[in-house]
């Protein structure tokens, strides 16, 4: 059963960074993609950043690109995203998944999630 532990999460001010670590265990991490995903109150779940296996075919939505950072640690099972420049409308709990080729969650199945939120 795929399971996945998302971490780093916390309350920053505007333009402030924070380093966000998503572990995977249960699945193959190495066979898939990865993708960071977030979720605002009274707003549908979004993609914001996704890597390929081979740490490849990085792309971000256009709302965060240019301030986040996605990258993976195969040998740890770990996806990471870095994010800078942080602003209010980044507010939200930050999931990670493992997707197809499409950008498609692979799993049903999602962790806990980890709270960002960006207030002065």
């Known amino acids: 059963q795929a399971q996945f532990v998302e971490s780093g999460g916390g309350l920053v001010q505007p333009g402030g960074s924070l380093k966000l670590a998503c572990e995977a265990s249960g699945f193959t991490f190495s066979w898939y993609g990865s993708g960071w995903y977030r979720q605002a109150p009274g707003k549908e779940r979004e993609l914001v950043a996704r890597i390929m296996s081979n740490g490849g075919n990085i792309k971000y939505a256009d709302s965060v690109k240019d301030r986040f950072t996605i990258s993976r640690d195969n040998a740890k099972n770990t996806v990471y995203l870095q994010m800078n420049s942080l602003k209010p409308d980044d507010t939200a709990v930050y999931y990670c998944?493992?997707?197809?080729?499409?950008?498609?969650?692979?799993?049903?199945?999602w962790g806990q999630g980890t709270q960002v939120t960006v207030s002065s």
């Open positions: 998944n493992a997707i197809y080729a499409d950008a498609t969650p692979r799993f049903s199945s």
